[in-house]
Nanobody, 112 residues
Framework: QVQLVESGGGLVQPGGSLRLSCEVS????????IGWFRQALGKEREGLSC????????YYKDSVKGRFTMSRDNAKNTVYLQMNSLKPEDTAIYYC?????WGQGTQVTVSS
């Protein structure tokens, strides 16, 4: 059974940083694409970044390019999302997803 568990969310001031983690069990990062998403209150879920299973390239939503960095550690079966220069509009629940599987999400709140 595939499980994804996010962690690392919290409360941070504008301009601050957080690093989210997503640990995957029951699957592998080598052969399946995996991505980060978020959903703000009252808004639709949006994709932020993903790692291609075909060539390992990483893609980003324009609004987070240059601020967010996705990476993976195959040995730990974990992907990360380093988020810098956070803004209040980044406040949301952040999820990782691989195929049809989703984690439970981790809350990120950017506020002074």
């Amino acid at each position: 059974q595939v499980q994804l568990v996010e962690s690392g969310g919290g409360l941070v001031q504008p301009g601050g940083s957080l690093r989210l983690s997503c640990e995957v069990s029951g699957s592998t990062l080598d052969y399946y694409a995996i991505g980060w998403f978020r959903q703000a209150l009252g808004k639709e879920r949006e994709g932020l970044s993903c790692i291609s299973s075909r060539d390992g390239r990483i893609y980003y939503k324009d609004s987070v390019k240059g601020r967010f960095t996705m990476s993976r550690d195959n040995a730990k079966n974990t992907v990360y999302l380093q988020m810098n220069s956070l803004k209040p509009e980044d406040t949301a629940i952040y999820y990782c997803s691989q195929g049809i599987y989703w984690g439970q999400g981790t809350q990120v709140t950017v506020s002074s």
